[in-house]
């Protein structure tokens, strides 16, 4: 059971001596170097961890994406991860512009073991490290500070030996005092300017120092105080790259990220979407994809999202839920009927904008930079509005409907979808607009053919109609085309109707362009009914909206009847 009181049990994190932090009034100005673990850290939390088929696969698609620098694997862990990279160095198929990473715990067989598998590589980052946090000192090595830091000395002196008898690699060293986040800071210090000494790195040849929070311990702002607090600290900072690799126990793994770079950081170490031991690592695709929004390129490319989510998902048997951040199936999607209208408003005014500024409201980023359609924007169920109904006809049938008959047709959509208690569909939509405005099948009232005469302001409407299977002639007069329509049918069929409102506009472009018309119309007794046309030629288009009317009428007019 939870405690009452947790206090008694578990202490808060202290704070980051650090009155004068700089950090929270930087802004992240340009993309760190970034690394995937994908192949090595989120491999190792799968549940059935990737074969070569997979790793290769994913491999290319990190590459394609554009990471630069990929830790591969742990060569010592087994035959699999050492063939693995021993044959993507012997294979070739590493470009010349990535570099391949290797992780290794500071153990002199296990270090020997990694530089065997990197036999052949054009340029390698070997990885070494050990914990050095006071529970692991205290009860999973039982040694003291020194004992500590000359672990990672004697690790720091083998990788330098064993590097130089491969000098025709480009060697690069990476150092993680593990458990850094959980660690004191001058220990943590100490240890890296130790293996500093050994290795003696330049401006031109820095060291990598990563500094993980092994276990995410604390709220992100005291993991960017220790990121602030080591790099003013760290002795030839020019000489050193601080690389992050947040791990996301408290679910802030990307927030710590965010703020480690503000604080500092060169470097930022993670898988796709956040895979990775407990709650996962930083996510790399939030990360990039959160400074492309602020108007930063990230260096990655993420233009086609979906590749990208079934490549990982493949290869991980790990589902990508449907609310993450950028990628998720319902990430763009609004089902509420007040952020569909925001939403269709935003889409709008961002088509008459005269310039290229992202505004719309509810999407902090533009679907289509990613890959995505607009047609999952907006999904209609029972808690949806009259926009987004509206929003779903535009995109799937290119129907702008006019405000009020928006307003009628949501009321059709609302019963709908209370009735059938799901989302509805394109289709559904669809079917239920054209049975609501008698646009299917056969009807009361259908157009063949008309010819329109006289001068304007004084036009003659003559056509021929089908009325219940029979066909018949039909004239009237009006100052345009729908008046006269109305005349003849008030004069020839005795249907009355005024006209409140017409619209129209073009579906499509070039040679493929139709007309829509809308018509709102009032019936002698004050009824209201819509009415919606389309065809190659506007003027039809807007005849066959009078006749949906008149349908429309006609079948209230027979419910009636009935009802009676």
């Known amino acids: ?77 087994g035959a699999t991860e050492f063939d693995f990279i021993s044959g993507l160095v012997k294979s070739g198929r590493i470009p010349d512009d990535v570099i391949i990473q290797v992780l290794t715990q500071a153990r002199r067989d296990l270090i020997e073991r990694t530089f065997e598998s990197l036999q052949g590589a054009r340029q390698a980052i070997v990885h070494v490290y050990n914990a050095v946090s006071p529970a692991w000192r205290r009860i999973v090595f ?44 001058d220990f943590s210090l100490e240890c890296c300017e130790a293996v500093m000494d050994i290795l003696q790195p330049t401006p031109e040849k820095p060291l990598i120092l990563n500094l993980p929070a092994t276990v995410e311990a604390a709220t992100p702002n005291i993991y960017a105080d220790q990121i602030e607090w080591f790099c003013r600290h760290i002795r030839n900072r020019d000489s050193v790259v601080i690389s992050l690799h ?4 408290r679910g802030t793994g990307v927030a710590a990220a965010e703020l480690g770079l503000m604080a500092g950081a060169d470097r930022v170490e993670g898988c796709l979407f956040g895979n990775g031991e407990r709650t996962g690592n930083c996510d790399l695709v939030t990360v990039a994809l959160n400074l492309y929004t602020q108007g930063v390129s990230p260096g990655l490319d993420f233009s086609n999202m ?51 500024i992202w505004d719309v409201p509810y999407l902090p980023i533009d679907p289509a930079d990613i890959g995505c359609s607009y047609e999952a924007v907006i999904r209609v169920n029972s808690q949806s509005g ?53 646009l299917a099948g056969a009807q009361p009232y259908a157009l063949v053919d008309y010819v329109e005469s006289g001068p304007a302001g004084n036009r003659v409407f003559t056509g ?50 139709r007309a829509a018309a809308y018509v709102e119309c009032r019936t002698d007794d004050g009824t209201t009914f819509f009415g919606v046309g389309t065809d190659e030629d506007v003027a039809t288009a807007s005849v066959k909206a009078v006749l949906s009317v008149v349908n429309a009428y006609h079948r209230r007019q027979n419910a009636a009847a009935k009802a009676a």
């Open 1 to 77: 059971m939870m405690l009452s009181d947790p206090s008694q049990k578990y202490r808060p994190f202290p704070q980051v001596d650090l009155p004068d932090r700089q950090w929270p009034s930087r802004t992240i100005t340009q993309p760190p170097r970034w690394l995937s673990t994908d192949l090595r850290d989120g491999n190792q939390a799968l549940i059935d961890p990737m074969d070569t088929e997979k790793k290769t696969r994913f491999f290319e698609l990190l590459t394609r994406v554009g990471l630069k620098e990929i830790e591969v694997g742990f060569p010592s862990a």
């Open 142 to 185: 039982n040694m003291e500070r020194p004992q500590i830091k000359q672990i990672a000395v004697d690790a720091a002196k083998i990788i330098r030996d064993e590097a130089a008898k491969q000098p025709n690699t480009d060697w690069h060293f990476e150092y993680s005092p593990e458990t850094f986040s959980t660690a004191e800071l």
């Open 246 to 249: 947040p791990h996301n126990d």
């Open 306 to 356: 979906e590749e990208v989510v079934q490549t990982v998902t493949y290869c991980n048997q790990l589902p990508v839920h449907p609310r993450h951040p950028y990628a998720g199936d319902l990430v763009f999607t609004a089902f509420s009927g007040s952020h569909q209208d925001a939403i269709k408003k935003g889409f709008a005014a961002q088509e008459q904008r005269n310039d290229e």
């Open 386 to 438: 009259k926009g987004g109904v509206a929003w779903v006809l535009q995109q799937d049938k290119g129907l702008k409907l006019p405000k009020r008959m928006q307003g009628d047709f949501s009321k059709v959509v609302q019963d709908l979808a209370d009735k059938s208690s799901r989302e509805l569909h394109a289709a559904d939509i669809w079917e239920a607009f054209e049975q609501h405005y008698c």
């Open 464 to 513: 021929k109609i089908v009325h219940d299977g029979t066909e018949r002639s039909i004239s009237g007069r009006g100052n345009g085309l729908i008046s006269s329509v109305l005349s003849a049918l008030r004069d020839e069929l005795g249907i009355g109707l005024d006209v409140v409102d017409y619209n129209e506009h073009a579906i499509g472009t070039g040679g493929n362009v």
